[in-house]
Protein backbone atom coordinates (compact mmCIF):
# COMPACT_ATOMS: atom_id res chain seq x y z
CA UNK A 1 0.00 0.00 0.00
CA UNK A 2 1.18 3.55 -1.06
CA UNK A 3 1.23 6.16 1.90
CA UNK A 4 -2.67 7.26 0.99
CA UNK A 5 -4.13 3.74 1.05
CA UNK A 6 -1.97 3.23 4.51
CA UNK A 7 -3.83 6.25 5.48
CA UNK A 8 -7.01 5.35 4.35
CA UNK A 9 -6.82 1.85 6.22
CA UNK A 10 -6.38 3.40 9.31
CA UNK A 11 -9.16 5.59 8.96
CA UNK A 12 -11.33 2.58 8.20
CA UNK A 13 -9.85 0.82 11.08
CA UNK A 14 -10.89 3.92 13.52
CA UNK A 15 -14.35 3.61 11.75
CA UNK A 16 -14.66 -0.02 12.50
CA UNK A 17 -13.43 0.55 15.97
CA UNK A 18 -16.37 2.90 16.89
CA UNK A 19 -19.33 0.65 14.88
CA UNK A 20 -18.27 -2.02 16.86
CA UNK A 21 -18.20 -0.18 20.45
CA UNK A 22 -21.60 1.56 19.05
CA UNK A 23 -23.12 -1.54 18.39
CA UNK A 24 -21.59 -3.26 21.78
CA UNK A 25 -23.39 0.15 23.71
CA UNK A 26 -19.39 -0.21 25.37
CA UNK A 27 -15.99 -0.65 24.63
CA UNK A 28 -12.77 1.29 24.13
CA UNK A 29 -12.80 3.02 20.82
CA UNK A 30 -10.79 5.95 21.43
CA UNK A 31 -7.94 3.79 22.71
CA UNK A 32 -8.41 1.99 19.53
CA UNK A 33 -8.82 5.34 17.04
CA UNK A 34 -4.66 6.11 19.21
CA UNK A 35 -2.76 3.16 18.06
CA UNK A 36 -4.70 2.24 13.91
CA UNK A 37 -2.35 3.93 11.83
CA UNK A 38 0.52 2.07 14.06
CA UNK A 39 -1.56 -1.41 13.20
CA UNK A 40 -2.63 -0.86 9.83
CA UNK A 41 0.99 -0.19 8.52
CA UNK A 42 2.30 -3.19 11.00
CA UNK A 43 -0.36 -5.42 9.22
CA UNK A 44 0.13 -4.13 5.75
CA UNK A 45 3.57 -3.99 5.16
CA UNK A 46 5.74 -5.91 8.20
CA UNK A 47 3.69 -8.50 9.66
CA UNK A 48 4.29 -12.64 7.97
CA UNK A 49 1.49 -14.50 9.46
CA UNK A 50 -0.97 -16.54 7.96
CA UNK A 51 -4.29 -16.56 9.15
CA UNK A 52 -5.50 -19.78 7.71
CA UNK A 53 -2.68 -21.59 9.45
CA UNK A 54 -1.97 -19.67 13.10
CA UNK A 55 -0.01 -22.73 14.21
CA UNK A 56 2.78 -22.21 11.17
CA UNK A 57 6.06 -22.10 12.88
CA UNK A 58 7.49 -19.33 10.64
CA UNK A 59 4.53 -17.19 11.79
CA UNK A 60 5.18 -13.57 13.22
CA UNK A 61 3.53 -12.89 16.36
CA UNK A 62 1.48 -9.70 17.41
CA UNK A 63 0.19 -9.60 20.86
CA UNK A 64 -1.81 -6.71 22.00
CA UNK A 65 -1.03 -5.51 25.45
CA UNK A 66 -3.56 -2.77 25.65
CA UNK A 67 -6.07 -5.31 25.70
CA UNK A 68 -8.83 -3.64 25.93
CA UNK A 69 -8.41 -1.53 22.67
CA UNK A 70 -9.55 -5.18 21.16
CA UNK A 71 -12.04 -3.23 18.74
CA UNK A 72 -8.43 -2.02 16.81
CA UNK A 73 -7.75 -5.77 17.23
CA UNK A 74 -10.53 -7.35 15.77
CA UNK A 75 -11.70 -4.10 12.95
CA UNK A 76 -8.05 -5.16 11.53
CA UNK A 77 -8.50 -9.25 11.46
CA UNK A 78 -12.26 -7.56 9.49
CA UNK A 79 -9.63 -6.04 7.34
CA UNK A 80 -7.15 -9.21 6.62
CA UNK A 81 -10.45 -11.21 5.98
CA UNK A 82 -10.42 -13.08 9.13
CA UNK A 83 -13.64 -11.60 10.00
CA UNK A 84 -16.42 -10.84 8.23
CA UNK A 85 -18.35 -7.62 9.32
CA UNK A 86 -20.88 -8.92 10.40
CA UNK A 87 -19.01 -10.59 13.48
CA UNK A 88 -17.37 -7.53 13.97
CA UNK A 89 -20.50 -6.40 15.07
CA UNK A 90 -21.25 -8.76 17.75
CA UNK A 91 -18.59 -7.36 20.21
CA UNK A 92 -19.02 -8.19 23.84
CA UNK A 93 -21.98 -9.97 22.63
CA UNK A 94 -22.99 -13.17 24.37
CA UNK A 95 -21.93 -16.12 22.45
CA UNK A 96 -19.51 -13.66 20.27
CA UNK A 97 -15.77 -14.29 20.14
CA UNK A 98 -14.53 -10.93 20.13
CA UNK A 99 -14.84 -10.30 23.53
CA UNK A 100 -13.99 -7.11 25.71
CA UNK A 101 -10.98 -8.09 25.69
CA UNK A 102 -9.25 -10.80 23.33
CA UNK A 103 -8.39 -14.55 24.83
CA UNK A 104 -7.00 -17.49 22.23
CA UNK A 105 -9.69 -19.78 24.05
CA UNK A 106 -12.08 -17.94 21.60
CA UNK A 107 -9.60 -16.71 18.32
CA UNK A 108 -6.61 -19.16 17.01
CA UNK A 109 -4.69 -15.81 15.53
CA UNK A 110 -4.56 -14.49 19.67
CA UNK A 111 -1.19 -15.35 21.20
CA UNK A 112 -2.41 -14.43 24.93
CA UNK A 113 -5.11 -13.11 26.95
CA UNK A 114 -4.41 -9.50 27.83
CA UNK A 115 -6.58 -6.53 29.78
CA UNK A 116 -4.55 -7.00 32.70
CA UNK A 117 -1.95 -4.18 31.90
CA UNK A 118 1.73 -4.88 32.40
CA UNK A 119 1.41 -8.43 30.60
CA UNK A 120 1.62 -8.29 26.83
CA UNK A 121 5.64 -7.42 26.79
CA UNK A 122 6.75 -10.11 29.61
CA UNK A 123 4.60 -13.19 27.63
CA UNK A 124 6.15 -11.34 24.59
CA UNK A 125 9.38 -11.52 25.96
CA UNK A 126 8.57 -15.08 26.52
CA UNK A 127 7.73 -16.08 23.13
CA UNK A 128 10.69 -14.08 21.84
CA UNK A 129 13.12 -16.24 24.11
CA UNK A 130 11.16 -19.28 22.11
CA UNK A 131 12.18 -17.95 18.89
CA UNK A 132 15.44 -17.12 19.50
CA UNK A 133 16.73 -20.06 21.81
CA UNK A 134 14.54 -23.13 21.24
CA UNK A 135 12.95 -22.79 17.60
CA UNK A 136 15.71 -21.18 16.06
CA UNK A 137 13.21 -19.44 13.69
CA UNK A 138 13.12 -15.76 12.21
CA UNK A 139 9.61 -15.10 13.29
CA UNK A 140 9.06 -11.85 15.13
CA UNK A 141 6.95 -10.93 18.04
CA UNK A 142 5.54 -7.25 18.00
CA UNK A 143 3.80 -6.16 21.22
CA UNK A 144 1.48 -2.77 20.98
CA UNK A 145 1.54 -1.31 24.55
CA UNK A 146 -0.47 1.59 26.01
CA UNK A 147 1.48 4.24 28.01
CA UNK A 148 -0.59 3.82 31.29
CA UNK A 149 1.04 0.69 31.37
CA UNK A 150 3.97 1.42 31.55
CA UNK A 151 3.82 2.01 35.30
CA UNK A 152 3.73 -1.75 36.02
CA UNK A 153 6.67 -2.97 37.25
CA UNK A 154 6.03 -6.34 35.09
CA UNK A 155 7.07 -3.95 31.96
CA UNK A 156 10.31 -3.19 33.77
CA UNK A 157 11.00 -6.60 34.61
CA UNK A 158 10.35 -7.45 31.07
CA UNK A 159 12.87 -4.51 29.56
CA UNK A 160 16.12 -6.06 31.54
CA UNK A 161 14.81 -9.71 30.38
CA UNK A 162 14.64 -8.59 27.27
CA UNK A 163 18.08 -6.71 26.99
CA UNK A 164 19.30 -9.41 28.66
CA UNK A 165 18.67 -12.13 26.27
CA UNK A 166 19.69 -9.63 23.65
CA UNK A 167 16.11 -10.27 21.93
CA UNK A 168 16.68 -8.48 18.61
CA UNK A 169 13.44 -10.06 17.61
CA UNK A 170 11.22 -8.10 19.12
CA UNK A 171 9.63 -4.90 18.93
CA UNK A 172 7.82 -3.11 21.52
CA UNK A 173 5.32 -0.62 20.06
CA UNK A 174 3.67 1.84 22.59
CA UNK A 175 1.04 4.11 21.85
CA UNK A 176 1.76 7.67 23.57
CA UNK A 177 -1.44 8.56 23.62
CA UNK A 178 -1.07 10.54 27.16
CA UNK A 179 -4.64 10.18 28.63
CA UNK A 180 -4.97 6.99 31.00
CA UNK A 181 -8.67 6.05 32.39
CA UNK A 182 -9.22 9.20 34.86
CA UNK A 183 -6.71 11.61 32.94
CA UNK A 184 -2.84 12.09 31.91
CA UNK A 185 -0.65 9.64 32.04
CA UNK A 186 2.44 10.15 34.31
CA UNK A 187 4.68 11.34 31.45
CA UNK A 188 1.90 12.38 29.37
CA UNK A 189 3.65 13.23 25.17
CA UNK A 190 7.27 12.94 26.87
CA UNK A 191 8.81 10.30 24.77
CA UNK A 192 12.45 11.66 25.80
CA UNK A 193 10.89 10.33 29.27
CA UNK A 194 10.11 6.91 28.35
CA UNK A 195 12.84 6.78 25.90
CA UNK A 196 15.65 7.42 28.53
CA UNK A 197 14.17 4.72 30.76
CA UNK A 198 14.20 1.89 27.63
CA UNK A 199 17.80 3.25 26.67
CA UNK A 200 18.79 2.37 30.67
CA UNK A 201 17.94 -1.20 29.78
CA UNK A 202 19.61 -1.38 26.48
CA UNK A 203 17.36 -0.72 24.01
CA UNK A 204 17.15 0.84 21.06
CA UNK A 205 15.05 3.40 21.02
CA UNK A 206 12.58 5.21 17.96
CA UNK A 207 10.61 8.20 18.39
CA UNK A 208 7.71 9.12 15.87
CA UNK A 209 5.00 10.65 15.09
CA UNK A 210 2.70 8.04 15.87
CA UNK A 211 -0.02 9.26 12.63
CA UNK A 212 2.41 9.70 10.13
CA UNK A 213 2.22 6.46 7.80
CA UNK A 214 5.35 6.49 6.36
CA UNK A 215 7.31 7.04 9.60
CA UNK A 216 5.68 4.69 10.85
CA UNK A 217 6.83 2.16 8.14
CA UNK A 218 10.62 3.12 8.29
CA UNK A 219 10.29 2.67 12.37
CA UNK A 220 9.51 -0.55 11.88
CA UNK A 221 11.82 -1.41 8.82
CA UNK A 222 14.53 -0.06 11.14
CA UNK A 223 13.66 -2.07 13.97
CA UNK A 224 13.99 -5.25 11.73
CA UNK A 225 16.82 -4.31 10.96
CA UNK A 226 18.70 -3.42 14.33
CA UNK A 227 20.74 -6.64 15.68
CA UNK A 228 21.75 -7.63 19.22
CA UNK A 229 19.14 -5.76 21.13
CA UNK A 230 15.40 -5.70 21.02
CA UNK A 231 13.51 -2.31 19.66
CA UNK A 232 11.08 -0.02 20.91
CA UNK A 233 9.06 2.10 19.07
CA UNK A 234 7.39 5.38 21.02
CA UNK A 235 4.83 6.53 19.31
CA UNK A 236 3.47 10.53 19.86
CA UNK A 237 -0.37 9.91 19.45
CA UNK A 238 -3.72 11.25 20.42
CA UNK A 239 -6.75 9.30 21.66
CA UNK A 240 -9.75 9.10 19.63
CA UNK A 241 -8.09 10.47 16.90
CA UNK A 242 -9.96 11.85 13.73
CA UNK A 243 -12.77 12.88 15.80
CA UNK A 244 -12.91 16.30 16.87
CA UNK A 245 -15.69 15.67 19.85
CA UNK A 246 -13.17 13.21 21.70
CA UNK A 247 -9.81 13.66 20.18
CA UNK A 248 -7.48 14.38 23.28
CA UNK A 249 -10.12 14.89 25.61
CA UNK A 250 -10.60 13.71 29.07
CA UNK A 251 -13.52 11.27 30.57
CA UNK A 252 -14.29 9.42 27.59
CA UNK A 253 -12.25 6.17 28.53
CA UNK A 254 -13.70 2.73 27.78
CA UNK A 255 -17.06 4.34 26.55
CA UNK A 256 -18.54 4.26 23.09
CA UNK A 257 -18.87 7.66 21.34
CA UNK A 258 -21.50 10.19 21.87
CA UNK A 259 -22.61 10.51 18.23
CA UNK A 260 -21.25 7.24 16.44
CA UNK A 261 -22.63 8.22 13.50
CA UNK A 262 -21.40 12.08 12.95
CA UNK A 263 -17.78 10.10 14.20
CA UNK A 264 -18.38 7.77 11.03
CA UNK A 265 -19.08 10.26 8.36
CA UNK A 266 -16.15 12.57 10.11
CA UNK A 267 -13.87 9.37 9.60
CA UNK A 268 -14.22 9.32 5.90
CA UNK A 269 -17.39 6.82 6.55
CA UNK A 270 -17.43 3.34 6.02
CA UNK A 271 -14.94 1.52 3.69
CA UNK A 272 -14.06 -1.92 2.99
CA UNK A 273 -10.39 -2.30 2.24
CA UNK A 274 -8.82 -5.41 2.67
CA UNK A 275 -5.09 -5.87 3.71
CA UNK A 276 -3.20 -8.33 2.40
CA UNK A 277 -0.85 -9.69 5.26
CA UNK A 278 2.57 -11.04 3.99
CA UNK A 279 2.67 -14.74 4.52
CA UNK A 280 5.79 -15.98 6.70
CA UNK A 281 8.86 -18.27 4.94
CA UNK A 282 8.00 -21.46 3.69
CA UNK A 283 11.31 -22.68 4.84
CA UNK A 284 10.67 -23.03 8.25
CA UNK A 285 9.15 -26.73 9.59
CA UNK A 286 7.54 -28.07 12.46
CA UNK A 287 9.77 -28.40 15.07
CA UNK A 288 10.33 -31.96 15.90
CA UNK A 289 11.25 -32.98 19.98
CA UNK A 290 12.33 -36.22 21.02
CA UNK A 291 9.41 -38.29 23.52
CA UNK A 292 11.33 -41.05 24.90
CA UNK A 293 10.38 -43.20 28.16
CA UNK A 294 10.80 -41.16 31.27
CA UNK A 295 13.59 -42.87 33.47
CA UNK A 296 12.73 -41.42 36.62
CA UNK A 297 14.68 -41.62 39.90
CA UNK A 298 13.93 -44.45 42.05
CA UNK A 299 14.39 -44.18 46.18
CA UNK A 300 13.91 -47.29 48.37
CA UNK A 301 11.34 -47.40 51.12
CA UNK A 302 13.11 -45.71 54.07
CA UNK A 303 15.63 -43.48 52.60
CA UNK A 304 15.61 -39.92 53.64
CA UNK A 305 14.82 -37.41 50.58
CA UNK A 306 13.80 -34.22 50.31
CA UNK A 307 10.85 -33.79 47.67
CA UNK A 308 12.83 -31.03 46.42
CA UNK A 309 15.14 -33.30 45.55
CA UNK A 310 13.49 -35.64 44.44
CA UNK A 311 11.65 -33.25 42.10
CA UNK A 312 15.15 -31.97 40.69
CA UNK A 313 16.16 -35.42 39.66
CA UNK A 314 12.90 -35.68 38.17
CA UNK A 315 12.67 -33.11 36.04
CA UNK A 316 15.79 -33.79 34.73
CA UNK A 317 15.02 -36.85 33.88
CA UNK A 318 11.91 -35.90 32.20
CA UNK A 319 13.99 -33.59 30.02
CA UNK A 320 15.99 -36.48 29.03
CA UNK A 321 12.96 -38.07 27.64
CA UNK A 322 11.11 -35.08 26.89
CA UNK A 323 12.77 -32.55 23.81
CA UNK A 324 9.80 -30.18 24.20
CA UNK A 325 10.66 -29.82 27.80
CA UNK A 326 11.79 -26.44 29.46
CA UNK A 327 12.64 -24.87 32.38
CA UNK A 328 12.61 -21.72 34.17
CA UNK A 329 13.86 -20.59 37.71
CA UNK A 330 13.60 -17.46 39.93
CA UNK A 331 17.77 -17.43 40.59
CA UNK A 332 17.28 -20.06 43.70
CA UNK A 333 17.61 -23.22 41.20
CA UNK A 334 19.87 -24.32 43.96
CA UNK A 335 17.21 -24.44 46.49
CA UNK A 336 14.60 -25.26 43.77
CA UNK A 337 16.94 -27.70 42.65
CA UNK A 338 16.19 -27.15 38.96
CA UNK A 339 19.67 -26.70 38.47
CA UNK A 340 19.91 -30.57 38.02
CA UNK A 341 17.83 -29.88 34.83
CA UNK A 342 20.17 -26.81 33.89
CA UNK A 343 23.34 -28.70 34.27
CA UNK A 344 22.14 -31.80 31.64
CA UNK A 345 19.86 -29.22 29.57
CA UNK A 346 21.48 -26.11 29.53
CA UNK A 347 19.92 -25.45 26.18
CA UNK A 348 16.23 -25.62 27.66
CA UNK A 349 16.97 -23.83 30.88
CA UNK A 350 15.99 -20.24 31.40
CA UNK A 351 17.47 -18.35 34.40
CA UNK A 352 14.62 -15.19 34.90
CA UNK A 353 16.42 -14.09 38.36
CA UNK A 354 14.83 -12.28 40.70
CA UNK A 355 11.67 -11.60 38.73
CA UNK A 356 8.49 -14.10 39.39
CA UNK A 357 6.19 -11.85 37.11
CA UNK A 358 8.67 -12.49 34.28
CA UNK A 359 8.96 -15.70 35.15
CA UNK A 360 5.32 -16.72 34.73
CA UNK A 361 5.02 -14.83 31.98
CA UNK A 362 8.07 -16.24 30.31
CA UNK A 363 6.71 -19.75 30.88
CA UNK A 364 2.99 -18.68 29.38
CA UNK A 365 4.98 -17.29 26.34
CA UNK A 366 7.18 -20.41 25.85
CA UNK A 367 4.01 -22.51 26.30
CA UNK A 368 2.41 -20.33 23.21
CA UNK A 369 4.81 -22.21 21.03
CA UNK A 370 4.39 -25.59 21.60
CA UNK A 371 6.77 -26.25 24.69
CA UNK A 372 6.00 -27.74 27.98
CA UNK A 373 7.37 -25.25 31.04
CA UNK A 374 8.53 -26.31 34.39
CA UNK A 375 8.89 -22.98 36.33
CA UNK A 376 10.42 -22.91 39.73
CA UNK A 377 10.80 -20.48 43.17
CA UNK A 378 10.00 -20.49 46.87
CA UNK A 379 6.32 -20.72 47.26
CA UNK A 380 5.89 -18.13 49.07
CA UNK A 381 6.67 -16.10 46.26
CA UNK A 382 5.01 -16.82 43.88
CA UNK A 383 2.16 -14.97 45.10
CA UNK A 384 3.81 -12.34 43.42
CA UNK A 385 3.07 -13.61 39.81
CA UNK A 386 -0.36 -14.45 40.85
CA UNK A 387 -2.00 -12.08 38.39
CA UNK A 388 -0.04 -13.99 35.82
CA UNK A 389 -1.03 -17.20 36.24
CA UNK A 390 -4.62 -15.89 36.88
CA UNK A 391 -4.12 -14.79 33.14
CA UNK A 392 -2.51 -18.00 31.86
CA UNK A 393 -5.98 -19.78 33.41
CA UNK A 394 -8.01 -17.00 31.30
CA UNK A 395 -5.46 -18.29 28.14
CA UNK A 396 -5.97 -21.57 28.56
CA UNK A 397 -2.26 -21.80 28.74
CA UNK A 398 -0.75 -24.86 29.77
CA UNK A 399 2.26 -24.47 32.13
CA UNK A 400 3.97 -26.06 35.27
CA UNK A 401 4.68 -24.15 38.15
CA UNK A 402 6.65 -25.61 41.51
CA UNK A 403 6.90 -23.99 44.74
CA UNK A 404 9.51 -24.69 47.27
CA UNK A 405 10.43 -24.14 50.96
CA UNK A 406 6.50 -24.60 52.13
CA UNK A 407 4.93 -23.98 55.45
CA UNK A 408 6.55 -23.36 58.45
CA UNK A 409 8.67 -27.14 57.94
CA UNK A 410 11.26 -24.72 56.04
CA UNK A 411 12.18 -23.43 59.94
CA UNK A 412 14.94 -20.93 61.55
CA UNK A 413 14.08 -18.64 58.36
CA UNK A 414 10.93 -17.30 59.40
CA UNK A 415 7.56 -16.08 57.72
CA UNK A 416 8.85 -14.32 54.86
CA UNK A 417 9.95 -17.33 53.07
CA UNK A 418 6.96 -19.69 54.02
CA UNK A 419 4.69 -20.33 51.48
CA UNK A 420 1.13 -20.93 53.68
CA UNK A 421 -1.04 -19.45 51.20
CA UNK A 422 0.18 -21.32 47.87
CA UNK A 423 -2.53 -23.90 48.04
CA UNK A 424 -5.52 -21.62 48.39
CA UNK A 425 -4.08 -19.26 45.41
CA UNK A 426 -3.64 -22.35 43.07
CA UNK A 427 -6.24 -23.75 43.83
CA UNK A 428 -8.79 -20.67 43.49
CA UNK A 429 -7.51 -20.86 39.92
CA UNK A 430 -10.00 -21.99 37.23
CA UNK A 431 -8.88 -25.14 36.50
CA UNK A 432 -5.51 -25.71 37.26
CA UNK A 433 -4.64 -28.93 39.02
CA UNK A 434 -2.84 -28.69 42.69
CA UNK A 435 -0.19 -31.76 43.75
CA UNK A 436 1.45 -32.29 47.08
CA UNK A 437 3.71 -34.94 47.91
CA UNK A 438 4.68 -36.41 50.63
CA UNK A 439 7.94 -38.86 49.65
CA UNK A 440 10.68 -38.87 46.85
CA UNK A 441 8.93 -41.55 44.36
CA UNK A 442 5.50 -40.14 45.36
CA UNK A 443 7.50 -36.56 43.74
CA UNK A 444 9.02 -38.37 40.37
CA UNK A 445 5.90 -40.03 39.72
CA UNK A 446 3.88 -36.62 39.99
CA UNK A 447 6.43 -34.47 38.08
CA UNK A 448 5.92 -36.84 35.25
CA UNK A 449 2.82 -36.90 35.33
CA UNK A 450 1.96 -32.80 34.98
CA UNK A 451 3.30 -32.79 31.86
CA UNK A 452 0.73 -34.65 29.85
CA UNK A 453 -1.87 -32.61 32.24
CA UNK A 454 -4.10 -29.54 30.83
CA UNK A 455 -4.22 -25.77 32.81
CA UNK A 456 -2.30 -24.27 35.14
CA UNK A 457 -0.46 -27.41 37.31
CA UNK A 458 1.14 -26.56 40.61
CA UNK A 459 3.35 -28.77 42.86
CA UNK A 460 4.34 -27.93 46.38
CA UNK A 461 7.28 -29.44 47.51
CA UNK A 462 9.21 -29.47 50.75
CA UNK A 463 12.80 -28.75 51.70
CA UNK A 464 13.34 -30.76 54.60
CA UNK A 465 14.23 -34.66 53.86
CA UNK A 466 11.43 -37.03 54.86
CA UNK A 467 11.42 -40.86 54.61
CA UNK A 468 10.54 -42.42 51.35
CA UNK A 469 7.27 -44.79 52.29
CA UNK A 470 6.10 -45.63 48.61
CA UNK A 471 7.61 -48.12 46.08
CA UNK A 472 9.64 -46.47 42.72
CA UNK A 473 6.38 -48.38 41.21
CA UNK A 474 3.86 -47.26 42.80
CA UNK A 475 1.00 -45.17 40.59
CA UNK A 476 -0.29 -41.95 41.83
CA UNK A 477 -3.36 -40.79 39.95
CA UNK A 478 -4.33 -37.25 39.83
CA UNK A 479 -7.17 -36.76 41.69
CA UNK A 480 -6.48 -40.12 43.81
CA UNK A 481 -5.09 -39.96 47.21
CA UNK A 482 -3.46 -43.35 49.36
CA UNK A 483 -5.25 -44.87 52.62
CA UNK A 484 -1.82 -45.81 54.43
CA UNK A 485 -3.73 -46.82 58.01
CA UNK A 486 -7.16 -48.55 57.78
CA UNK A 487 -9.41 -50.90 59.75
CA UNK A 488 -12.28 -51.95 60.92
CA UNK A 489 -12.35 -49.94 63.62
CA UNK A 490 -11.13 -46.77 62.91
CA UNK A 491 -12.46 -44.02 64.95
CA UNK A 492 -11.67 -41.42 63.21
CA UNK A 493 -9.67 -40.31 59.61
CA UNK A 494 -6.70 -38.20 59.54
CA UNK A 495 -6.41 -36.17 56.32
CA UNK A 496 -2.90 -35.15 55.38
CA UNK A 497 -0.86 -33.97 52.39
CA UNK A 498 3.33 -33.50 52.30
CA UNK A 499 5.23 -32.92 55.43
CA UNK A 500 2.13 -33.48 57.79
CA UNK A 501 1.44 -37.35 56.29
CA UNK A 502 4.61 -38.28 58.20
CA UNK A 503 3.54 -36.49 61.60
CA UNK A 504 -0.25 -38.48 61.23
CA UNK A 505 1.51 -41.84 60.10
CA UNK A 506 3.79 -41.30 63.81
CA UNK A 507 0.82 -39.80 65.43
CA UNK A 508 -1.77 -43.12 64.42
CA UNK A 509 0.96 -45.51 65.69
CA UNK A 510 1.06 -43.71 68.95
CA UNK A 511 -2.77 -44.03 69.69
CA UNK A 512 -2.83 -47.58 67.85
CA UNK A 513 -0.86 -48.15 71.67
CA UNK A 514 -3.46 -46.24 73.33
CA UNK A 515 -5.90 -48.77 71.82
CA UNK A 516 -7.22 -45.82 69.33
CA UNK A 517 -7.68 -46.74 65.87
CA UNK A 518 -7.28 -44.13 63.63
CA UNK A 519 -7.43 -43.96 59.68
CA UNK A 520 -4.73 -41.82 57.60
CA UNK A 521 -5.39 -40.61 54.27
CA UNK A 522 -2.81 -39.19 51.94
CA UNK A 523 -4.08 -36.09 49.65
CA UNK A 524 -1.62 -35.75 47.42
CA UNK A 525 -4.02 -34.50 45.40
CA UNK A 526 -5.27 -31.33 46.85
CA UNK A 527 -7.49 -30.56 43.70
CA UNK A 528 -8.99 -32.56 41.88
CA UNK A 529 -9.60 -34.06 44.98
CA UNK A 530 -10.56 -37.42 46.21
CA UNK A 531 -14.33 -37.23 47.47
CA UNK A 532 -14.90 -40.78 46.88
CA UNK A 533 -12.17 -42.04 48.73
CA UNK A 534 -13.31 -38.99 51.37
CA UNK A 535 -16.86 -39.98 51.77
CA UNK A 536 -15.99 -43.54 52.46
CA UNK A 537 -14.15 -42.50 55.31
CA UNK A 538 -16.59 -40.26 56.64
CA UNK A 539 -19.28 -42.89 56.40
CA UNK A 540 -16.98 -45.51 58.33
CA UNK A 541 -15.40 -43.50 60.93
CA UNK A 542 -17.93 -40.44 61.39
CA UNK A 543 -15.34 -38.05 61.62
CA UNK A 544 -12.50 -36.70 59.41
CA UNK A 545 -9.56 -34.04 61.02
CA UNK A 546 -7.50 -32.38 58.23
CA UNK A 547 -3.69 -31.40 58.68
CA UNK A 548 -1.80 -29.32 56.80
CA UNK A 549 1.16 -27.03 57.07
CA UNK A 550 -0.68 -23.82 55.72
CA UNK A 551 -2.85 -21.43 56.86
CA UNK A 552 -6.90 -22.73 57.51
CA UNK A 553 -8.16 -20.67 54.70
CA UNK A 554 -8.41 -22.17 51.66
CA UNK A 555 -5.63 -25.35 51.71
CA UNK A 556 -6.36 -28.63 52.62
CA UNK A 557 -8.98 -28.55 55.22
CA UNK A 558 -11.45 -26.35 52.58
CA UNK A 559 -10.65 -29.21 49.54
CA UNK A 560 -12.29 -31.72 51.98
CA UNK A 561 -14.90 -29.60 53.01
CA UNK A 562 -15.90 -28.90 49.34
CA UNK A 563 -15.72 -32.64 48.39
CA UNK A 564 -19.38 -32.81 50.40
CA UNK A 565 -20.40 -29.79 49.08
CA UNK A 566 -22.79 -31.79 46.97
CA UNK A 567 -25.99 -32.22 49.16
CA UNK A 568 -24.09 -35.49 51.19
CA UNK A 569 -24.30 -35.53 54.85
CA UNK A 570 -21.49 -33.79 55.91
CA UNK A 571 -19.51 -35.14 58.34
CA UNK A 572 -17.84 -33.65 61.43
CA UNK A 573 -14.59 -31.94 60.53
CA UNK A 574 -11.88 -30.51 62.24
CA UNK A 575 -9.04 -28.68 61.13
CA UNK A 576 -5.54 -28.98 61.94
CA UNK A 577 -3.51 -25.84 60.26
CA UNK A 578 -1.35 -22.66 60.63
CA UNK A 579 -3.27 -20.22 63.08
CA UNK A 580 -0.64 -17.59 64.69
CA UNK A 581 2.39 -15.82 62.71
CA UNK A 582 5.25 -18.33 63.16
CA UNK A 583 9.04 -17.06 63.86
CA UNK A 584 11.95 -18.42 63.25
CA UNK A 585 12.57 -21.73 64.83
CA UNK A 586 14.05 -25.71 64.16
CA UNK A 587 11.57 -27.47 61.59
CA UNK A 588 9.87 -29.78 64.31
CA UNK A 589 9.81 -26.56 66.42
CA UNK A 590 7.78 -25.10 64.32
CA UNK A 591 5.26 -27.70 63.58
CA UNK A 592 4.61 -28.28 67.44
CA UNK A 593 4.09 -24.85 67.82
CA UNK A 594 1.34 -24.79 65.34
CA UNK A 595 0.03 -27.87 66.68
CA UNK A 596 0.25 -29.74 63.57
CA UNK A 597 2.80 -32.49 65.03
CA UNK A 598 2.30 -36.10 65.66
CA UNK A 599 1.93 -34.75 69.37
CA UNK A 600 -0.59 -32.19 68.00
CA UNK A 601 -2.41 -34.58 66.27
CA UNK A 602 -2.63 -37.35 68.94
CA UNK A 603 -3.51 -35.13 71.51
CA UNK A 604 -6.31 -33.05 69.00
CA UNK A 605 -7.61 -37.21 68.07
CA UNK A 606 -7.64 -37.96 71.45
CA UNK A 607 -10.12 -35.21 72.54
CA UNK A 608 -12.33 -36.27 69.39
CA UNK A 609 -12.87 -39.51 70.54
CA UNK A 610 -13.21 -38.33 74.55
CA UNK A 611 -10.35 -40.20 75.89
CA UNK A 612 -7.83 -37.60 76.72
CA UNK A 613 -5.19 -38.99 78.92
CA UNK A 614 -2.86 -36.87 81.55
CA UNK A 615 0.23 -38.20 81.51
Known amino acids: ?47 RYDFERPEHPANDRFVLSKGHASPL ?60 RLDRADYRVWVLCGDSELAEGSIWEAAEHASYEHLDNLTAIVDVNRLGQRGPTRHGHDLDAYARRFQAFGW ?87 TDAVRLPRYDLGDEVATRDAFGAALAALGTARGDVVALDGEVGD ?13 RFFECYIAEQQLVAAAVGLATRGWVPYASTFAAFLSRAHDF ?78 PVIYGPDEEFPVGGSKVLRSGEHDRLTVVAAGV ?55 GLGDAVAEAFGDGRPVPRLVRLAVRTMPGSAAPDEQLHAAG ?16 AVVR
Request: charged fraction near 25%; include cysteine; proline fraction near 4%.
Open 1 to 47: MNTEELGALGQQLRVDSVRAAAAAGSGHPTSSMSAADLVAVLFAHHL
Open 73 to 132: LYSAYKAAGAVEDGELLTFRKLGSRLEGHPTPRRLPWVETATGSLGQGLPVGVGIALAGK
Open 204 to 290: HTIQIDGHDVDKIDRAYGEAISTTGQPTVILARTLKGKGVAAVEDREGLHGKPLPDADEAIAELGGPRDLRVRVSEPSAAAVLRSAT
Open 335 to 347: STRTEEFGKEHPD
Open 389 to 466: VRMASISGSGINLVGSHAGVAIGQDGPSQMGLEDLAMFRSVYGSTVLYPCDANQTARLVAQMAGLDGIRYLRTSRGKD
Open 500 to 554: TVHEALAAADRLAQDGIAVRVIDLYSVKPVDAETLSRAAEETGCLMTVEDHHEQG
Open 596 to 611: IDAAGIEAAAKLLVEE
